[in-house]
């Protein structure tokens, strides 16, 4: 096993300040996908790429390791993550060798499973993909969706499925933005997630949450709350 974990956590989240150092539970948000890391025993190497030095410091609290900095052209709104994990990968591997694999771990994943992060793994080593990642179905088939219009009325983005029944439409599925294992040459040579050489590791929609405001935040905490108190009885 030589496979290398890279957790992104930038400093300069807008609609919540501090993110992912911010105490979720009691605890602060990175810490979980750093625990979750550890105890799928996949990695040889756990790091966290970031460009804050208090970032930095709680990382190392929690047993990651933060071997640089990230530089700031790699720290603002629009960079992806994809350049994110090959700059990461770059480096480690000029200094360290050679990874098997190269997993990104978001900071905002609390509900992240080592189960979960073991099958990707596995996924991976089969050796015919680049990428596996998390992925979940909708709550509603997709297919039924619509739009409406600045005056009022409807329109389906898939009008041919309207007398289609749900149970003989596709499945959707969409990313559960937890993790993604991918070969090292996948992310240094910038592949894209979603294509046919990509394979989702399918989770349950209660597992599944985007932090991404206030209110996001809150309801992550009530159905975290809840699925420990369901664990303890």
């Given amino acids: 096993m030589n496979n290398l974990c890279v957790i992104p956590a ?8 501090r993110k992912n150092i911010r105490p979720f539970a009691g605890v602060p948000m990175i810490a979980y996908s750093i625990e979750a890391a550890r105890k799928s025993g996949c990695f040889s190497r756990i790091i966290v790429s970031t460009d804050d030095e208090e970032m930095a410091e709680v990382a190392r609290v929690h047993g990651a390791e933060t071997p640089f900095m990230r530089p700031a052209e790699l720290a603002n709104d629009f960079t992806g993550t994809i350049e994110v994990i090959a700059h990461a990968t770059e480096w480690m591997q000029t200094r360290h060798g050679a990874f098997s694999a190269v997993c990104c771990l978001y900071a905002t994943a609390p509900f992240v499973q080592a189960d ?30 619509f739009q409406r219009h600045s005056e009022g009325g409807v329109e ?14 596709p499945q959707a599925l969409h990313d559960a933005g937890q993790f993604y294992w991918g070969r090292p040459e996948a992310w240094l040579t910038g592949k894209r997630f979603f294509e046919p050489h990509s394979f989702p590791v399918l989770i349950p929609r209660w597992r599944v949450q985007d932090i991404d405001t206030l209110e996001d935040w809150t309801r992550a905490e009530l159905m975290f709350e809840s699925i420990l108190r369901k664990s303890c009885e």
């Fill in 156 to 169: 389906m983005f898939f009008p041919d499925k309207f007398a289609v029944r749900s149970q003989d439409l």
């Fill in 10 to 17: 930038r400093g300069g989240s807008k609609r919540i300040p």
């Fill in 116 to 145: 979960d992060i073991r099958s990707g793994e596995a996924a991976l080593a089969t050796g015919k993909w680049a990428y596996a990642f998390t992925a979940t179905d909708f709550a509603a088939p997709i297919f039924r969706s």
